[in-house]
Structure formats: structure tokens, C-alpha cells
């Protein structure tokens, strides 16, 4: 069971870009911090479900395919130049498509696609968002990575793994590298969420679903709102001693060796 949080105003006057805004983890970590008082920018593929977000949270939306380098420079670009600078960039969008299965079976066309956008998006979205932290004097990066980036699972999405794997890495020595900066960079590994994603890749296979479920100690998937609180932290200053962490919110699944009956 969840419960809203008490809005508390963190993040007043704090510029957030989020990729991926528009539905999942995104859509609620937009949500989140636009209610401790972030501006919010959304970017997404999608115009409809983006301009949607954006207007509920008196944000703006930047049509981005986060695969294009071009789209994401002016993303943070039009970000910066609409709302005075950028402080918080959280690079979430990501894909987990059926044709990403066991290494015999994924097509190196599908490997490369699982890659783009998980991967090389949240490089993209790095390189493009540190200029303008640097010139507030510092500011937070997210990138999502993934429980699986610490783990090895038997029901693969092998080019998915492998891409959650190099964001955790990639954030990790960006963290190191811009720490005197006062610029943090951070990996959030969520669980299994309840977004549409998973509902998609489970509707299709159930007895899969349930096989992942019965080893989350807690004996669910996380909401959305869980990973968005944890993402609201990371953004905020009660995380300035964080940087290059894997920051795991995953119902202890990474720690368990059995779950409880």
C-alpha cells in the first residue's frame, strides 16, 4: 500500500528536465518533484501523452526522440533558455521490447535498438545536460539503470541487462569525475515496477510474471510513486553527500538469497 506524500518544497526554484515524462516511473517523478516546487520540463516521443503531462504540472513539454544527439541538445537547450538554467536531469527513458530475449534469439538489429535507447540516450543526455548544471555551480543527474545491472537473471532480456549494466557504470565515473564540481551523479536501480512497461511484458506471459514476483522479499512490484520519492531524494539537498552511487530501490530482491514464506 502507498500513500501520497506530504508536499514539502525541496526543490523551490530548481529547474528538473525528465526523460521518459509522460507515463511509468517518469510521469510520476515529474509529478513528484513538481509538487516540491520544481519547474518541470518533460520530454517524450510521444506529443500527446507529453503535452498532457506537462499541462497537469504547469511544465513544459520538448518533443525528444533521446536517441537523436540533436534532440537532446535542444532539449536542455530550450530548457535552459525557458526557465533560466537547469538543476536536475533525470534520464529515464528506456525500452525493454519482446524481441530482446536470450542471447540465440536477439537479432543484433534489436540488441542495437535496446542499446540506443537505454544506453547511448543517457550519454547523450549527460554530455548535453552538464554545461548547464556547471553554470548554477552544480546540480543532480539521475540516470536509471536497473536491479539487473547488480544481478544476473535467468529469464533474459540480454541486450536490456547488458544496457542497465552501462548506465550503472557510465554514472559511476561521471559521479567521480564531477564530485568537486558539486555536480552529483547517481544510478537508481529500481525492482520490478508496476508501470505499463511490465504490465505489457507480463499480460503476454503471467507464469513469467509470477516466477519474477516470488523473488521480491517484500512479495510485490514497486509503484511508480515509490521510485518517484527516491528520485525526488536524489534530486533534492538532503542527497548532496551522493554521488556515484547504485541507489537501489528494489524491495530487497538484490539481498536475497531466499524470500520469507
Known amino acids: 500500500m502507498t ?3 506530504t508536499p514539502i518544497a525541496r526543490l523551490h526554484g530548481r529547474v528538473a528536465v525528465i526523460t521518459g515524462g509522460a507515463s511509468g516511473i517518469g510521469l510520476a517523478s515529474a509529478t513528484r518533484l513538481a509538487s516540491e516546487g520544481a519547474q ?7 506529443p500527446l501523452a507529453g503535452t498532457r503531462a ?14 537523436r544527439e540533436d ?4 532539449l536542455y537547450r530550450v530548457a535552459a533558455d525557458t526557465y ?11 525500452i525493454s521490447p519482446a524481441s530482446d530475449g536470450l542471447i540465440e534469439e536477439t537479432t543484433l538489429e534489436a540488441w542495437i535498438r535496446v542499446q540506443t535507447i537505454n544506453l547511448t540516450s543517457v550519454f547523450l543526455g549527460c554530455k ?10 552544480g546540480g543532480s543527474i539521475i540516470n536509471t539503470a536497473s536491479f539487473v545491472a547488480v544481478l ?14 552501462g548506465v550503472l557504470a557510465l554514472s559511476r565515473e561521471l559521479g567521480v569525475q564531477y564530485a568537486r564540481e558539486g555536480i552529483r551523479v547517481n544510478a537508481l536501480c529500481p525492482g520490478p ?11 503476454e506471459n503471467p507464469a513469467e510474471a509470477a516466477r519474477r514476483l516470488i523473488h521480491v522479499p517484500t512479495g510485490r512490484f514497486a509503484e511508480p510513486e515509490e521510485i518517484a520519492a527516491a528520485v525526488a531524494f536524489l534530486a533534492s539537498d538532503d542527497s548532496r553527500f551522493i554521488t556515484a552511487s547504485t541507489f537501489l530501490v528494489d524491495g530487497g530482491i538484490s539481498a536475497a538469497y531466499v524470500t520469507p514464506e
Open 54 to 67: 506537462a499541462t497537469a504540472l504547469n511544465g513544459l513539454f520538448v518533443p525528444t526522440d533521446v536517441s
Open 152 to 165: 544476473g537473471a535467468a529469464t533474459s532480456q540480454i541486450s536490456y541487462t547488458a544496457s542497465k549494466g
Open 40 to 46: 518541470v520540463v518533460i520530454a517524450d516521443i510521444d
Open 84 to 94: 533560466g538554467g537547469v538543476d536536475i536531469a533525470f534520464h529515464n527513458a528506456g
Open 3 to 5: 500513500h501520497s506524500p
Open 193 to 203: 515496477v508496476n508501470t505499463p512497461l511490465l504490465q505489457s511484458l507480463f499480460a
Open 128 to 137: 548535453h545536460a552538464l554545461p548547464y548544471l556547471r553554470e548554477r555551480g
Open 71 to 74: 534532440d537532446m541538445a535542444h
